[in-house]
């Protein structure tokens, strides 16, 4: 089976830092691998995602995540936060099956504060 | 979001009524998805369909029951609604090539008193 484990269910950081999410995976075959956001009431966004071409992964609105495959980690970051990041982050997993029928196995969530 | 429809957007059950969620789509893709969300639990995959006519469980069915009768509509129903199906439900869409962009809805938020 697979799943994530989001490290933190809230985060807060002031206006300019370093935004740092963090992902962990399990998963018995390569994984492919994805980062959403939520704004309030809305419905989720694709931030980022794994293809296996490359271990770092650059995304929307300057966000990028690593995959360290040592570590089963694939943890989300920006260089300097803005108020609009104010979101829910989810990351999420799937794999093929073995019926090839792929399905998206999300974490539990982690709320981003950003301190003016 | 662009062509994937969720109605209602917003609904108040009481307990022991039925409901149909409906999700329609205009990107022609095969698989579709429910998801329901609640606080500290992420999303979780309620059932799916890998075609038009074919449907499954996924990870808490309980409860509910689907149908894909028509390849652009996935209809979600709920027979005796309990207070605890309350919860926002997304449904999303799968499609591309490997790995896979999803699409989601706007979603539904249900409230079951």
């Known amino acids: 089976a697979q799943s994530v484990t989001q490290l933190g269910s809230h985060v807060s950081v002031s206006e300019g830092a370093l935004v740092l999410l963090r992902c962990n995976y399990s998963?018995?075959?390569?994984?492919?691998l994805f980062w959403y956001v939520q704004y309030p009431n809305q419905g989720l966004q694709l931030l980022l995602k794994?293809?296996?071409?490359?271990?770092l992964v650059k995304g929307i609105n300057d966000f990028e995540a690593e995959f360290k495959k040592s570590e089963t980690s694939f943890h989300l970051t920006k260089p300097s936060a803005h108020m609009s990041d104010a979101a829910e982050y989810f990351c999420?997993?799937?794999?093929?099956?073995?019926?090839?029928?792929?399905?998206?196995?999300f974490g539990t969530g982690t709320r981003l504060t950003i301190i003016p | 979001n662009a062509g994937v429809t969720q109605t209602p957007k917003f609904r108040v059950l009481k307990t022991g009524q039925s409901m149909t969620l409906l999700c329609a789509q205009d990107?022609?893709?095969?698989?579709m998805y429910w998801y329901r969300q609640d606080p500290g639990m992420g999303l979780r995959l309620i059932h799916y369909?890998?075609?038009?006519?074919?449907?499954a469980k996924g990870e808490v069915p309980d409860g509910y029951n689907v149908s894909r009768l028509k390849k652009q509509n996935f209809l979600l129903g709920l027979e005796s609604a309990a207070p605890s199906q309350t919860s926002v439900y997304f449904c999303?869409?799968?499609?591309?090539?490997?790995?896979?962009?999803?699409?989601f809805g706007s979603g539904t938020r249900l409230t079951v008193v």
């Open positions: 794994y293809t296996s071409a490359a271990t």
């Open positions: 999303a869409l799968r499609g591309g090539r490997p790995p896979y962009g999803y699409t």
């Open positions: 369909s890998v075609g038009e006519g074919t449907t």
């Open positions: 999420a997993v799937s794999r093929t099956s073995n019926f090839g029928n792929e399905k998206l196995t």
């Open positions: 990107m022609n893709h095969e698989y």
């Open positions: 998963s018995s075959v390569p994984p492919y």
